[in-house]
């Protein structure tokens, strides 16, 4: 009776398994989407998350010092919510892209690119460090408001930075005009696919 | 190179007379069609084409909202001093409209980062609650 259990509690995982990975969404391994959603990842990091201005604004203390010499409690408690949400959305898009970058490096880079062994270990290396790094930046935040970790926020953003320009190598084939046609081509067979 | 010219152009004849930031975004955020996205000047277009003349719009509107994002919250929140005190309307019923409103969320150009946007908004909220914060802790005939 245990052991009918036993093969019953197994068959039902593995059917269970298959019907998840036949239901799972097709990735773009080696496709145009891949290719696409990668380039927008690295342009969204490079040039709308990364640059030093905006992560100085986001976190820069002079903002914090000014408030609480010039407004009232509610309106300080108003600014620490406000930062900190500015805060984690900045992480988590950072994030995000990292992950976007990670996954066509993963599935898709070594059909474009010549990567050697080397580079590629290392950037694997980077990306998982900095989808850690994230994790831990994103807690401190929300525990401890969005002036928690100045440290990691360098940290984290310095490291994004090197992590795009060795990951920009393998997606320099890929100019402008191709990749409008790209664009073209996935959002086509984004339509068709319905 | 038009627009590059259509840009110095617009930059010296009509933005150099809008030092503010603020200023400039709300006035380039105007020119452009809600429904369209496209930017519309006649003088500009005019003297070069429409279409140069609306990317043109679009650089010094993308360049407006960078310089925006770049100051400190000290600093936006003078500019907004200084931006009630050029409409001649009271200060009271600037921040209450504002507030209600939020203009600010249609003066972003297209493209912009979401991060970015959301910083912008997020210090427009702040900054007119400090301006409130003011308001309040003056007497009611300093305010007009």
């Known amino acids: ?194 | 190179m038009d627009v590059e010219q259509a840009t110095a152009d617009l930059r010296n004849r009509t933005l150099s007379e809008i030092p503010r930031s603020l200023d400039r975004l709300i006035y380039l955020a105007s020119m452009r069609d809600y429904n369209t996205g496209l930017y519309y000047h006649d003088g500009l277009a005019s003297r070069f084409t429409q279409d140069v003349a609306c990317e043109a719009l679009a650089d010094c509107h993308r360049e407006a909202f960078a310089h925006l994002v770049a100051c400190s919250l000290r600093e936006l929140v003078d500019q907004m001093e200084g931006y009630i005190s050029s409409t001649h309307t009271s200060a009271r019923d600037f921040v209450t409209a504002w507030k209600k409103l939020e203009p600010y969320r249609v003066a972003v150009p297209v493209e912009t980062d979401p991060v970015t946007a959301q910083l912008l908004f997020s210090s427009f909220k702040i900054a007119l609650a400090i301006l409130e914060a003011r308001l309040s802790s003056r007497p009611a005939q300093q305010v007009a």
């Open chain 1, 1 to 194: 009776m245990i052991q009918l259990i036993f093969f019953l509690t197994v068959g039902v995982l593995l059917f269970s398994s298959l019907f998840f990975l036949a239901r799972r969404k097709p990735r773009p391994e080696g496709t145009s989407d891949a290719l696409v959603e990668a380039r927008q990842a690295l342009s969204s990091l490079q040039a709308g998350l990364l640059p030093e201005k905006l992560v100085k604004r986001v976190f820069d203390r002079g903002d914090w010092e000014y408030v609480k010499s010039e407004a009232p409690k509610p309106v300080r408690q108003l600014f620490l919510e406000e930062r900190k949400r500015i805060a984690i959305l900045w992480i988590d898009q950072v994030r995000n892209q990292i992950k976007n970058l990670s996954r066509f490096h993963r599935g898709s880079a070594r059909h474009y690119a010549k990567l050697n062994p080397r580079t590629e270990m290392s950037l694997a290396f980077s990306f998982f460090g900095l989808v850690c790094s994230c994790r831990a930046l994103q807690l401190a935040v929300s525990m401890a408001g969005p002036y928690a970790a100045p440290r990691l926020v360098g940290a984290v953003a310095n490291a994004a930075e090197r992590t795009c320009k060795v990951s920009e190598q393998s997606l320099a084939f890929l100019n402008a005009a191709q990749l409008g046609m790209l664009t073209n081509r996935a959002a086509g067979s984004a339509l068709s696919r319905g």
